[in-house]
């Protein structure tokens, strides 16, 4: 393929991280006396990129203490002439978190940039500089792009295990030279509490790190923080963030489990039980923590379109904000559905007007998977499909208005890429198969989890025909990361073809399935 080869770009950040990591980390994890003791600001939890386009991108940041961030930018690692950029100042308003907008870059490039965090009564007091590079989109569609998407970080009980080597399937998605990673939602498991130790099946023990913020459920905007802390404390997340930009989306774990507005809470665990408190406190520590465009924007919204290049759009979907209430999801008229009516149309809106080769929709929920919620003791649903194999009925009526918008005007090149249910499965939907029969075929790959409980696989409903084409999953629920069943995705378009490959793989890189397609059809 053409995608441009980086030689030396691992081995340089290799380098330049385990060269800095006894500086970089928190003084509790083991950070070097001397700086603990100078009183400089220290940026212990790595640092970020986000949302990168052709000639822009978000750093991000943490301070262990009030600080001005300035971030420096350089085409090389030598940082010879640097451009500067002067960020936020960090305080305890945001967790001592901030984003830096960097401007009118050279598209197509690798950029390296630091991090320097200064004390705010004294510039010439900074920390010592975090490092990390990126790569902007391009302009040229024979660059070809790459990416690797995956969700679920730390559920069911599973979380850092410092024995098994932590989070490594970052270093597998790292060792592919992704432009970027989609996280398809649940970075955190707030509704997820960790003990130390969990007796396994076999025998064995699994041993987690543990703070003070995992020992019960999130329920204080202190609390929410401090699951997202909990997963900076992986050295394999914080190598991969330095040197892989992110798309993130939410789902139901970074509140919790199988939310929706309005939800009043039964669950003994919690004493605050209106979920749309707990949404308003985790959406404040969601946005401190990721890098992300729209949510600076005064709406804060999470659903975005990312143009990279002229291959790729990715459409980003927030199928939990503007949800109706679970239910038996059977009804004959649903306006709302999953996606919400604004939402909804600034999709279409979105599709018509993308000029890209392939439009990936990132969807927090797959689509012809029945995945129930239980949790009150009724028969409820969770995501679109509710098993019935007939009509469309309750959430699914507004995919079947997207599959239809889609096929008569004529938009070519979608693919769906989603995660939540902890398996590994490639999906065709075909209409000579559906009930519903008004829509082009078109693949959902589902791929996940990154680190959590894995699941038997789910049933399908055939209103939209999917065919399970391929699917890997354990025949037990919540089988440990200790036992495999770890997966992420990887979506591969070729500079010179525009043929799009997708590959579904293990935790240690393994490819399990692969299918290309070829570009400029509406249906695949």
């Known amino acids: 393929m053409s995608h441009r080869p980086l030689p030396g770009r691992r081995s340089v950040l290799r380098g330049s991280l385990a060269a800095s990591a006894a500086l970089t980390l928190p003084v509790g994890l083991g950070a070097a006396p001397a700086l603990a003791l100078s009183g400089r600001p220290k940026a212990g939890w790595g640092v970020q990129t986000g949302d990168v386009t052709a000639h822009s991108g978000l750093v991000w940041v943490r301070s262990d203490r009030p600080a001005r961030m300035v971030v420096e930018t350089s085409a090389t690692e030598s940082f010879r002439n640097p451009r500067r950029w002067y960020g936020p100042l960090l305080g305890k308003d945001s967790d001592f978190t ?3 907008l960097l401007r009118g870059l050279p598209s197509g490039e690798q950029i390296h940039y630091r991090v320097l965090l200064a004390d705010p009564d004294d510039p010439r007091r900074t920390g010592e500089p975090v490092t990390g590079t990126f790569r902007t989109a391009p302009a040229r ?16 009980g599973w979380g850092i295990n410092p024995e098994l080597g932590g989070y490594r399937i970052y270093d597998a998605m790292a060792a592919l030279d992704p432009d970027f990673f989609i996280c398809s939602g649940d970075n955190v498991y707030a509704d997820g509490p960790l003990t130390e130790t969990v007796a396994l099946p076999d025998g064995r023990t699994w041993r987690n790190i543990t703070t003070e913020e995992k020992a019960k459920v999130a329920e204080t905007l202190a609390e929410f923080r401090g699951n997202f802390r909990y997963n900076l404390l992986d050295e394999n997340l914080r190598a991969f963030n330095a040197r892989v930009p992110s798309i993130i989306q939410w789902d139901d774990h970074e509140v919790t489990n199988n939310w929706y507005p309005g939800e009043i ?3 003994s665990r919690y004493t605050e039980k209106n979920v749309d408190v707990l949404a308003a406190r985790a959406r404040q520590a969601f946005s401190e923590y990721f890098p992300m465009s ?9 659903y975005r379109v990312q143009h990279h290049g002229p291959l790729l759009d990715v459409f980003v979907l927030d199928m939990r904000t503007y949800r109706n209430a679970n239910s038996t999801d059977d009804q004959t008229t649903d306006p709302q559905g ?9 999709l279409k809106r979105e599709l018509s007007r993308s000029r890209a080769v392939w439009k990936v929709i990132a969807s927090d929920m797959p689509l012809g998977l029945v995945v129930p919620d239980t949790g009150d003791g009724k028969p409820n649903i969770e995501a679109v499909a509710q098993g019935d194999p007939g009509a469309p009925l309750g959430r699914e009526l507004q995919i079947a208005e997207l599959l239809r918008f889609i096929k008569h005007r004529r938009i070519t090149g979608t693919v769906w890429v989603t995660a939540d249910v902890h398996y590994t499965s490639a999906q065709h939907y075909q209409p000579s198969r559906a009930a519903f029969t008004d829509f082009e075929p078109f693949w959902e790959f589902v791929s996940g989890p990154l680190n959590a409980g894995a699941f038997p696989a789910n049933a399908l409903d055939n209103t939209f025909g999917p065919e399970r084409v391929f699917v890997k999953a354990p025949t037990t629920a919540n089988v440990s990361p ?3 069943y770890q997966f992420f995705g990887e979506v591969d378009i070729d500079g010179d073809t525009a043929e799009l490959t997708v590959r579904l793989r293990e935790q240690d890189g393994t490819v399990l399935f692969t299918k290309a397609l070829q570009p400029g059809r509406v249906g695949q």
Do not use: H, K
């Open 98 to 100: 901030g984003t830096t």
């Open 141 to 156: 569609r024979r660059d070809g792009v790459r990416f690797v998407w995956s969700g679920d970080l730390a559920g069911q």
């Open 265 to 267: 809470l039964s669950d």
């Open 294 to 302: 729209t949510l600076r924007r005064p709406e804060g919204r999470v």
């Open 338 to 346: 999953i996606l919400g009516r604004e939402q909804l149309q600034w």
């Open 482 to 484: 200790a036992n495999g």
